[in-house]
């Protein structure tokens, strides 16, 4: 018998350990492969059978026009992300605060900047938004941001201006209206100013400085400002825009004549308010036209837009909540601004128009907490 060792022609070219030397690659991609899958698995089974992280904004909402026309709203917000993968960002343990900005036109989120990610949260709170910057308050010091991408621009003694002068506090930070200048006071309690649009703090006009006179003080941080809600927010009625009718010359009772009521609310509603405009006291929204109501039916809060001349509903939004408005501002465009908690304690920014309603929700993320 031929006992020569018998040997196999490689077929193509191919040598005979070739399948060899492939299983021995192959091995280190599937202990690698295998572990990924796994955590892809537990990543999977987190994000679909948790509710959503929960999202507290602070109660104020700062609007304005931005570089490229936009209108803008920017608010800062508390979230704790715990169990959800975001988590995992980088040097976050699962709290952070915030800052974001919404489109006002179509309700797309912009940008969302943490601005820290100590815990206990420390206090946040938007100031004013316009050209290129967007100024946040937190109790240790004031924050810009660039209004287009959301970028960390300048903070505390970063602040061209105010340097080493800062004052780690919130309360020591304001935007004044009337001048349209973020105010401030620093160490030597003098009163600065910057004017939105602008990142340079200067020694406030002198009118700016007397209207702040004692009102910039340093406080301790408000470990509630979370859960605070605005003040007189809705009312049953609502006063429009126009003179003040006359009283009856026999009874001296002033008419209703320039009241406005939610009649168009939903038959089933318990209750049904108008929302106010706060700088005004008027029904937000009518200088342009139009009125929003809140509806409480007892399992959702019902927001609707109302023509003012035909008093019918334009457009309807319905949340399913406990709770209902927590604060409320209005552009100068004209759109009704609101933030409202949903039933996963998520924060909704709520824009109304004359012919639309829409929620965004504040802090909503994506796969892996993008």
Not at 46 to 75: C, D, F, K, M, W
Not at 217 to 240: G, H, I, V, W
Not at 334 to 341: E, I, L, R
């Amino acid at each position: 018998m031929d006992r020569t060792k018998q040997t196999r022609s490689p077929a193509d070219g191919e040598h005979p350990h070739g399948d060899r030397k492939r299983r021995r690659w192959l091995m280190p991609a599937v202990w690698v492969m295998v572990p990924l899958l796994a955590i892809a698995g537990v990543v999977t089974l987190v994000e679909t059978t948790t509710s959503p992280a929960g999202t507290r904004p602070s109660n104020a909402i700062a609007t304005g026009e931005i570089v490229g026309g936009r209108h803008v709203a920017v608010l800062a917000y508390e979230t704790d992300t715990f169990p959800h993968v975001d988590l995992f960002r980088i040097g976050s343990i699962g709290y952070s605060v915030q800052a974001i900005a919404f489109d006002l036109e179509t309700g797309e989120r912009l940008w969302d900047t943490m601005l820290s990610n100590d815990f206990p949260s420390i206090g946040a709170e938007a100031l004013a938004v316009g050209g290129g910057y967007a100024y946040v308050r937190m109790d240790d010091g004031l924050v810009i941001l660039d209004a287009v991408t959301g970028g960390v621009v300048a903070r505390d003694e970063q602040v061209p201006g105010l340097e080493d002068d800062y004052v780690a506090s919130r309360t020591s930070y304001a935007y004044d209206e009337p001048s349209r200048q973020v105010v401030l006071r620093d160490r030597d309690d003098a009163v600065l100013a910057i004017p939105v649009g602008s990142v340079t703090a200067k020694p406030a006009p002198a009118e700016v400085s007397l209207r702040w006179e004692g009102e910039l003080t340093a406080s301790e941080p408000d470990r509630f400002l979370y859960s605070q809600t605005m003040e007189d927010a809705t009312n049953y009625k609502a006063r429009l825009p126009g003179p003040e009718p006359e009283p009856d010359p026999l009874t001296g009772i002033v008419p209703d004549t320039n009241m406005l009521h939610a009649s168009w609310a939903p038959d089933d509603a318990w209750t049904a308010n108008i929302v106010l405009d706060p700088s005004t006291g008027y029904a937000a929204g009518s200088d342009q036209g139009f009125a929003v109501s809140e509806a409480h039916d007892g399992g959702r809060y019902t927001y609707q837009v109302a023509d003012l001349e035909t008093r019918t509903a334009q457009a309807r939004l319905d949340v399913p909540s406990g709770a209902g408005i927590d604060t409320v501002t209005v552009d100068a465009a004209g759109y009704v601004v609101m933030t409202v908690p949903n039933a996963d304690q998520q924060g909704l920014l709520v824009i109304a128009t004359a012919d639309s309603i829409r929620a965004s929700v504040i802090g909503e993320r994506g796969w892996l907490g993008w």
